[in-house]
C-alpha cells in the first residue's frame, strides 16, 4: 500500500511541475494572446464589427460648448481705453459625426469624408440661443485691417461702404445669429459684386461653414501591413503637405486624423494629428498616467511650446508673422483676416497678452486641452479639446469706424469639443481590457500557485512513504534471521 502511495505522489509531482510549466508559460503567452487580438480589432476593416462601427460612426456622444466673451465698454473702446469682456455661456450643441463615401485601397489605406451636424442641448447650456451678445464686428475691423496698406482713398470709400450697410465696429447680435448666420446687406453686396472675398456665399457667421460640412477628403492607414500606422494620414484633399506655411516642417501633414491612434503606446510616446480647422499638425505630449472607471490611461496635454513664436520656439518660425507666444496667425487660411488661435483665456501665452483685456483668468483645469488615451489599443476615453478664437484689431487711419481703438489681440468666443466613452461601450472596454486579462493574469499566477503547491504536498506523501516502507522493512528483517540460523 505504501508503494502505490509513492506512486500515486510522483504522478502528483509529475502533474505539479506539467501545471507550473503551463502557468509559467501563460505568463509569456498570455499577453501575446492579448497583443494579437488588439491588433485584429485596431485594423480598419468591416470584419471587425465593433471597431470598425465604432471608428466609422463615432457612437461617443461629442459636445461643443462656446463662451462668448461679451464686450461690456465698446464705446470707450473706441476712445482707446482697454477692453473689459465677461464671459457668457456655456451653449451646448450635441455634434454627430458621421463617415461617408468610405472606400478602401488596395495599398492599405482607406479614404472618406467625414460629416458634422450641431444640435443645440438647452438643458446642458446657461442660457439660450436667443440671448444677445455684442463682440467686434469681424466684417469691419478685420477688414480694416487687411486693408490698411490700401492708399487713402480706398480706405476711405470703404469706410463709406460700411456706413451705408449700416455696419457698425462692435456687433450685438443674439447667439444663434452669431453662430449660424445672420442677414447683412454688406456680405450680400461683397458676395455679389467680390465672389470669393467671404469664406461662405450664405449668411454671415463663426460657425456657418461648420454645420452640415465635412472636414476634408482624408485618406488614412489602415493597419493591415503594419499596424504602427494605422489611422495614420497619408493624404488630406490629395495633398502630402500643406502650402500655408512658410517652411517644409509647419507645411507636413503628420500623425493620424486625431479620433484614434496606433495601439502599444508608451510614456515616450506623443500623439500627433492634423487639424483642418486650425489649418496645421499639432503634437500633444504625455502629462500622467489614471484611470477611468478602472481602466488605465495616459492622458496627454499641449506643450507650452504649441503655439510659442518663432523668437521663443524656432521650430514654429515657419508659422509667423508672429505675435506674442501663445498665439497661432491663421490669417493664411482664413482668407487673410487677422484672426488668431490660442488657449482660452490666454492659458500657457505670454502674460502680457493679459494686460490688454480686462476680464480674463486662465486656469489648467478650465481651459487646458487633453486627450485621454487607452495606451494598449490608441483608442481616446475622455478627450476635452478647448480652443479660443482672437481678432487683432487697430485704430485705421481712413476707416472712421475703428474710431482710436488701441492695439490689441480681442478675445471674440472660446469652445470645447469634448467627449468621453461611457454605457455599453464603456463596460465592453472594461471586460475586454480590465476583466479579461485581470482573469487571465488570475490563471498564470493561480496555476503556478497550484502547481507548487501539488508538488510541495506529494513530495512529502512520497517522503513518508518512502519512510513507512523501509521501516516495516526493517522491522522484519531480524525475524527472518532467526529463523534462518
Known amino acids: 500500500m505504501a508503494v502505490n502511495k509513492a506512486k500515486v505522489a510522483i504522478g502528483f509531482i509529475v502533474a505539479g511541475v ?29 470584419k471587425n464589427e465593433m471597431s470598425y462601427t465604432m471608428w466609422k460612426d463615432v457612437p461617443v456622444p461629442f459636445y461643443m460648448s462656446v463662451y462668448f466673451f461679451h464686450v461690456l465698454n465698446p464705446k470707450e473702446i473706441l476712445n482707446g481705453e482697454k477692453p ?10 450635441r455634434k454627430r459625426i458621421q463617415k461617408d463615401n468610405i472606400t478602401f485601397h488596395p495599398n ?21 440661443e436667443s440671448d444677445v451678445v455684442t463682440i467686434p464686428n469681424m466684417l469691419v475691423l478685420g477688414a480694416a485691417v487687411m486693408m490698411e496698406n490700401l492708399p487713402f482713398a480706398v480706405r476711405l470709400m470703404i469706410s463709406a461702404t ?21 442677414d447683412s446687406g454688406l456680405v450680400d453686396f461683397l458676395n455679389k459684386y467680390l465672389p470669393g472675398m467671404l469664406p461662405s456665399s450664405g449668411k454671415f457667421g463663426l460657425f456657418a461653414e461648420f454645420n452640415n460640412s465635412n472636414t476634408g477628403l482624408f485618406t488614412i492607414f489602415t493597419g493591415q501591413d503594419d499596424i504602427r500606422n494605422v489611422h495614420k494620414v497619408d493624404s488630406w484633399n490629395g495633398l502630402t503637405q500643406l502650402n500655408y506655411w512658410r517652411t517644409p ?13 496606433p495601439p502599444f503606446m508608451t510614456k515616450e510616446s506623443t500623439l500627433p494629428f492634423y487639424s483642418p480647422d486650425a489649418c496645421r499638425s499639432m ?3 504625455y502629462q500622467r498616467p489614471g484611470k477611468l472607471k478602472g481602466i488605465p490611461l495616459y492622458r496627454f496635454v499641449a506643450p507650452k511650446t504649441l503655439f510659442a513664436n518663432g523668437t521663443d520656439y524656432a521650430p514654429n518660425e515657419g508659422f509667423c508673422p508672429c505675435r506674442q507666444s501663445g498665439l497661432l496667425n491663421v490669417s493664411s487660411c482664413r482668407h487673410n483676416s487677422p484672426v488668431f488661435i490660442s488657449h482660452p483665456h490666454f492659458f500657457n501665452a505670454d502674460p502680457v497678452l493679459l494686460d490688454y483685456v480686462q476680464g480674463l483668468n486662465p486656469t489648467e483645469d478650465e481651459h487646458g486641452l487633453f486627450i485621454d488615451i487607452h495606451p494598449q489599443t490608441g483608442v481616446p476615453l475622455n478627450v476635452s479639446i478647448r480652443l479660443q478664437l482672437n481678432l487683432y484689431m487697430k485704430r485705421v487711419s481712413g476707416i472712421t469706424e475703428t474710431g482710436k481703438i488701441s492695439e490689441v489681440v480681442m478675445p471674440m468666443i472660446w469652445f470645447e ?22 482573469v487571465m493574469e488570475f490563471m498564470q499566477y493561480g496555476f503556478i500557485t497550484l502547481g507548487l503547491a501539488t508538488i510541495i504536498i506529494a513530495a512529502l506523501v512520497y517522503h513518508r512513504a518512502k519512510n513507512s516502507s523501509n521501516s516495516t522493512v526493517l522491522h522484519k528483517l531480524p525475524a527472518v534471521t532467526e529463523f534462518t540460523v
Open 162 to 182: 460700411f456706413k451705408t450697410f449700416k455696419e457698425g465696429p462692435f456687433l450685438t447680435k443674439t447667439v444663434g445669429e452669431l453662430m449660424w448666420g445672420y
Open 108 to 128: 492599405n489605406t482607406v479614404s472618406y469624408r467625414e460629416y458634422r451636424r450641431y444640435y443645440f442641448e438647452p438643458s446642458m447650456s446657461a442660457g439660450n
Open 249 to 261: 516642417q509647419c507645411n507636413m501633414i503628420n500623425g493620424t486624423a486625431g479620433q484614434m491612434w
Open 283 to 285: 503634437e500633444l505630449v
Open 18 to 46: 506539467l501545471t507550473v510549466f503551463f502557468g509559467t508559460a501563460l505568463t509569456f503567452v498570455g499577453p501575446i494572446i492579448i497583443d494579437d487580438q488588439i491588433v485584429k480589432n485596431t485594423v480598419i476593416d468591416p
Open 417 to 438: 469639443e469634448s467627449g468621453y466613452i461611457d454605457g455599453p461601450i464603456l463596460n465592453t472596454f472594461h471586460t475586454n481590457l480590465v476583466i479579461l486579462p485581470a
Open 84 to 93: 473689459m469682456v465677461e464671459q457668457k455661456g456655456p451653449y451646448v450643441y
